[in-house]
């Protein structure tokens, strides 16, 4: 009996489980399937599962129409055609000096002075010698005039014989001394006038002055410092400014050999200055340099500039492209641009796709004309924006994406 009881304790794990807890397991298993599958599905909508298109990048640019004229592109470097180095002629020192770099000077404007006391005193002697001189001349002049009356009188009285012979004749030879004293005199004059003129030139000398309608580019001495024709010594200068002719810049440019057919005088053509890189200068040839530089098989060319600006200044690096005729006005603004193989049609709107964090946007865009393979675009993008060439039609706003630059 006992053992009967106890048999009755034993589970029989054939039996399957019923009741509540086994319909929370089913609940269980059920709701995390759907989650998983709603998972998968927003992994797969967001395109976190889905592959990278792989697709070629470009930039929008801004451009200007010009570029479409272009024959050749040289660089170089902006150079004033008049450019002087001014020194003086004499050694001294500066105790003047009226510019500095930048200062715009005028044709004869004293750009510095040296010390003159020496020349000075120069000059004040050879004023004094010369009016010894005329002194002289006029001591002479007077003395030949009263031994001329003499010689006349004389003339007649020893013809009349109211005088001896010998009185005419030492009348005579003092009439002749008075005539080579004056012509003497005259010489003298002549000679401290000369004295004086040289003197007034080494004066001239101790002030330096702008030989034309300048700029100053240098200024290589200051107030105390010794200048010299020759400057080799240590301590002295040279130099004391350099000046440029702003009027007179140009660019000169380096054409290959067998580009050089392409240049002809009097071609326009437009420079590009890496300092003003937003400004394009109308320019024309001015030269074809008629030789050729055998180490680099080019020739040098000239090119002015039409339209002056104050910003130019020389040896900026500058860049010159050779155009096929002169740009009209209307062509002078720049545009935005894109490749016309960034552009798609789709629901009837013209669109582009930009790049943004590795993803594409599609934006709809206002085109307007086409030059080349270029087409301006009105609104949308602005220069620099990343935009996708040759989008496929799979290629949706949010998708995915590997770029490779082109």
Do not use: W
């Not at 039996?15 to 709603?38: D, E, L, M, Q, S």
């Not at 709107?349 to 301006?376: S, Y």
């Amino acid at each position: 009996m006992a053992d009967e009881d106890l048999s009755k304790l034993k589970i029989d794990k054939t039996a399957v489980i019923k009741g509540p807890a086994g319909n929370r397991g089913k609940i269980i298993y059920g709701a995390a399937a759907a989650a998983f599958v709603i998972l998968i599905s927003v992994l797969l909508l967001g395109g976190f599962l889905s592959p990278a298109n792989k697709v070629q990048t470009a930039s929008v640019s801004q451009i200007y129409p010009s570029q479409t004229l272009t024959l050749l592109n040289a660089s170089g470097y902006v150079v004033a055609q008049r450019k002087a180095a001014l020194a003086s002629k004499i050694t001294g020192r500066i105790i003047e000096l009226n510019v500095e770099e930048g200062s715009r000077v005028r044709e004869g404007d004293i750009i510095a002075r040296l010390e003159s006391n020496d020349v000075a005193a120069a000059r004040d002697q050879a004023a004094a010698n010369m009016k010894v001189a005329r002194a002289n001349l006029e001591s002479g002049q007077a003395n030949l005039k009263d031994a001329y009356l003499s010689f006349s009188r004389n003339k007649q009285l020893v013809k009349n014989g109211y005088i001896a012979q010998s009185d005419f004749d030492t009348s005579e030879a003092r009439y002749k001394s008075a005539g080579a004293a004056v012509n003497a005199a005259e010489q003298s004059v002549k000679a401290a006038a000369a004295a004086l003129r040289g003197a007034n030139v080494a004066i001239d000398y101790t002030v330096l002055r702008s030989p034309f309608d300048a700029v100053v580019l240098t200024k290589n001495a200051d107030i105390g410092d010794i200048v010299t024709p020759i400057g080799a010594t240590a301590n002295v200068q040279s130099a004391v400014v350099t000046v440029a002719d702003m009027n007179s810049l140009v660019v000169e440019v380096d054409v290959s050999e067998s580009n050089i057919g392409i240049v002809k005088l009097g071609q326009p053509c437009e420079i590009q200055l890496d300092a003003l890189p937003g400004m394009r200068f109308r320019g024309q040839t001015h030269m074809i340099v008629p030789t050729a530089d055998r180490t680099k098989a080019t020739v040098m060319v000239k090119v002015r500039f039409i339209d002056k600006d104050n910003r130019v200044l020389p040896e900026m690096s500058a860049k010159v492209a050779f155009l096929s005729r002169e740009v009209a006005p209307d062509e002078m603004k720049s545009f935005t641009a894109v490749s016309q193989s960034a552009l798609v049609t789709r629901d009837g709107k013209t669109m582009i796709f930009l790049i943004e964090e590795n993803k594409a946007k599609a934006v709809t865009v206002t085109t307007g004309k086409q030059m080349g393979d270029m087409v301006e675009v009105l609104q949308g993008v602005k220069a620099g924006d990343k935009v996708i060439l040759k989008p496929s039609g799979e290629l949706r706003d949010g998708s995915k994406i590997k770029t490779e630059e082109k």
